[in-house]
């Protein structure tokens, strides 16, 4: 099973290869975000993964020309590493660097080098955040007439909606910030090159948890 997901993702590569680089990943942040596709709200039922993914990157590149590093350049290999790292996490329910349930993909390492060997240094963040905009609490509520949960602000009653895609990018980003270990990986100029992926958790309003997504960058450098 473990191969023929690596397999299934190796022709993934290769059949948005091209949407990648020419679509979402040959602008600048200022370019991907000022798309209107940025400020829609993410229907996590059924989300544009790819744009998702993109988001991220972008967001990754505001922070490091915020400090005065160069961008990072996108990698097909690291993205596919990251990809399905994420996918992983959020339907085998785990959070964590190490994945339990294959060898080929145990590491960082191990997952970037199933698709390239270019790199001397790797390093890996993962996170999982909600994907609504909540208050400090929320509720939960079972709504009959469409068979699922709800979530509401507990302040004022009023519904929990998802983020837009560009504001979700920069939510995560911003977590990974105020993280040290996270925040040293997004501003070392050791790494030059980047792939994001985020994975949103199915059925999210079948549970009473609330949505989320689970995350991952895979960083790269030559030297």
Known sequence: METLIVFALYLYSHLWFDLHKTQY??????RFFALPKSNELIPLQNPDTLFLDAAVFHASNEVRRQHGLPAFQYDPG?????????????YRMFFNHTNPYSPYERTAQRRVELYTKRFKRIGENIGKYQTVV???????????????????????NKPCIPFTYAAYARFVVEQWMASLPHRNNLLNPAYTYLGCAARLSPEPYLHKKAPYASLVQNFGGER
Not at 78 to 90: D, F, K
Not at 134 to 151: T, V
């Open 25 to 30: 990943y040959a602008v600048e942040e200022g």
């Open 134 to 156: 909540s208050g400090d609490f929320m509720i939960a509520r079972w709504n009959r007439r469409q068979n699922q949960y709800e979530f509401l602000n507990e302040s004022d």
């Open 78 to 90: 690291l993205y596919l590493a990251s990809s399905g790292h994420a996918t992983s996490m959020v």
